[in-house]
Structures are given as C-alpha cells and as structure tokens.
C-alpha cells in the first residue's frame, strides 16, 4: 500500500469513527430521555404514597423511627386510658438526627419504586453508549478528547452520570438526584451537539503534552463533582425553608409538600453536599498546581494572570471560603450553602463565560 493510499485510508478511518461517536451522542440522548420520563414516573407515582409520606414525619419520643406505625402509647390516670399525639418532628436538632430521612422519589409506592429502578437502568445505558461516543471521538482524532469544548461537554455529562452511578453503586441515598442530573445532561448535551459543535482536528503545538492528560482530566472530574454537590446545595435551600415554614406553623404549598418531604432532611443534605465538596477541593487545588506546572512547560512561565487561570484560582478562594464558613460555628446552614452556590458559579464562568467571552491563552479552538 502507497504512503498516499495508507493517508487516505487513515482519513476515512478517522471521519467514520467522528460520524460513529456523534450517532453515539444522538443515541445516548434518546436513551437520557426515556430515563427522564421514567424518573418523571417515578415521581408521578410516588406522590400518590400519602400514608408513606405521613409515616416519614413521624418518630418516636426518643427521635427514631418505629418501624410498625406512629408511636402511640397508652397512660394510666385513675382508671382512663390516654393516648398521646405521636410527635410530628419537622426538622434535625443541631448535631443530632432526629428526622428522619423522606422515603425518596417513589414514595414508599412500589410502582413508583419500579418506575425509578427502570429509570437507573436507563441512566446505565446512556451513560455505556456516551461513554462510547466519547471514546470513538478520541479514536477519530487519536488524543484525549478534550480539544474543544464540544468535547469538554460531553466528556463532562458522561463524568457526572458516573459520579451519580458509583454513589448509587456504593449503596448511598441519592437517587433523588437522577431527575435532576439527567435534566442538566440533556441541557448540557443539547448545547453541545447545537451551539457548540465542532468538527474533529488535531491539537495546538501547545497541547501535545501529558499534562493534557492530568490537568484537564481531573478538571472535568472535579466540575462533575462539583455540579453533584451544587444540585444538593439547592435541594437543601428549598428543603430547609419547607421545614422551617412547618416549624413556625405555615402551610406549604401542595406541589411544594408532594416533592420536599420525599428528599432526605435538610440536615442530610447539608452534610452531603459539605463533604462531596470537602472531598474534591483538594483535587482542584492539586489541578490548579498541574495547569501552572504545564504553563511553565509550554509557555515558559508558571503563572501568567491569564483569564482561564485567574478564575480558576477565584473559584478555589470561592470553594475555600465555603469550606472554612462551613466549619465555623457561626456560618453552617444556609449562609454556607449560598457561598456553595456563588464557588459553583464562578466555577461555570470560567468554563462557559471565559471561553466564550474573553480571549487568552487558553483560546484554542474556539468553542
């Protein structure tokens, strides 16, 4: 074979796998949104469980929850049997776990159950076949697919299903997140295969390095995980002016009660998101020192006050402010969540805005 017949074929190799992997990314959509209808389902039905709603709000006097119905107990006073009112608790006293939490999306209804079990099931095969798109797309350009921001977005959604499905593997009370997170993968596939769509080329002289690999490898993982923690924060937000109106002795709307009091406790979902974003910060930092020690390779200098860096950098005082408000007395709760939310935003800034909207050195292919 000629070294021109040998480039040839090489060529059409690599635009059959391109035009495999965006049938792959069509086709995970497709599968993300029979999930999305299931976990609609699961809702649906789960709203009708009103006895497994009620039973949730119900403990014991010592906090826990019985098992065999509302805690009632029978007092002697001269002859006359008095049943007491079970003690309807509505949110966790400080350090202590005293509510407990929502029966989840099903409801404690087994059609529900059964419509979320189908949609995790779905959420597996969506997750394979993106996962699938997304190596073919590295075979077509034979690098990392993570050139443009086309394939930054789907190798992203892709991480943050995984995040999802190893939580939910390793046996953790989350999936109340699968309506939410496959809601946002949708958004994130629709923009990305619409707006920013980008054909497949080869890399800047620049990037051809193995730093590719670590600094923008763990910067996609740490942005899934962060987005996980994010979506709790919010959930803890509404969860916790749900309790707090019941504790003063307001009436919450009926959608409002159908969705909240199926979450777990504001408590719960507090610690959750705290120790998600806990546990990845340090990761962030150590992407930070990656991308400075590939900058000094590259462009002969560690720190340069480009765009990408400098938010970058905003986003990790962002996170650490939340995380030493978090662990001080004074700021736990609601003011921490809001610094969550703002670490967060910076976060998406310096992914969609600072690529979008400003110029630096990171601008290598447009969008």
């Not at 990305?192 to 690999?213: E, G, K, R």
């Not at 909240?260 to 406790?265: G, K, M, Q, T």
Request: a positive charge; aromatic letters at 14%; proline letters at 3%.
């Amino acid at each position: 074979m000629t070294l021109a017949a040998a480039t040839e074929l090489a060529v059409a190799t690599n635009e059959h796998l391109a035009s495999m992997s965006n049938t792959l990314i069509y086709s995970s959509m497709a599968v993300y949104t029979l999930a999305f209808f299931a976990y609609i389902l699961e809702w649906i039905f789960g709203s009708r469980s009103k006895v497994a709603r009620t039973a949730s709000a119900l403990t014991t006097e010592g906090g826990e929850k019985k098992a065999n119905g509302p805690a009632v107990t029978v007092k002697k006073a001269g002859g006359t049997a008095v049943l007491e009112r079970p003690k309807v608790v509505v949110r966790a006293a400080s350090g202590a776990r005293d509510v407990p939490d929502g029966p989840g999306a099903h409801g404690g209804d087994a059609q529900g159950d059964l419509f979320g079990r189908v949609a995790v099931s779905l959420t597996v095969l969506a997750f394979l076949v993106e996962l699938a798109g997304v190596v073919a797309r590295a075979a077509s350009v034979e690098r990392a697919p993570w050139g443009n921001m086309y394939e930054f977005n789907i190798t992203f959604s892709t991480v943050a299903v995984g995040v999802y499905l190893a939580l939910l593997a390793l046996k953790k009370n989350v999936r109340w997140l699968g309506l939410f997170l496959i809601t946002t993968v949708l958004l994130d596939l629709g923009l990305a295969v619409t707006v920013l769509y980008t054909a497949s080329d080869q890399l800047v002289p620049a990037l051809h390095s193995y730093w590719l690999y670590i600094h923008v490898s763990t910067a996609i993982f740490c942005g899934a995980v962060f987005y996980v923690g994010a979506v709790a924060t919010i959930l803890y937000l509404f969860k916790d002016s749900y309790e707090t109106k019941l504790q003063t002795g307001g009436k919450p709307g009926a959608f409002a009660t159908s969705v909240l009091e199926r979450l777990p406790a504001s408590a719960s979902l507090d610690k959750f998101a705290y120790r998600i974003n806990a546990a990845v910060f340090p990761l962030w930092t150590f992407t930070i020192i990656a991308g400075a020690i590939w900058a000094g390779d590259a462009w002969g200098r560690y720190w340069n006050w480009d765009p990408k860096e400098t938010w970058s950098f905003i986003t990790w005082v962002a996170y650490a402010c939340y995380l030493h408000a978090r662990a001080t007395a004074g700021w736990k709760g609601r003011k921490a969540a809001y610094l969550a939310m703002i670490a967060f935003g910076c976060w998406l800034f310096n992914y969609y805005g600072v690529n979008i909207f400003v110029t630096g050195k990171h601008s290598y292919a447009g969008v």
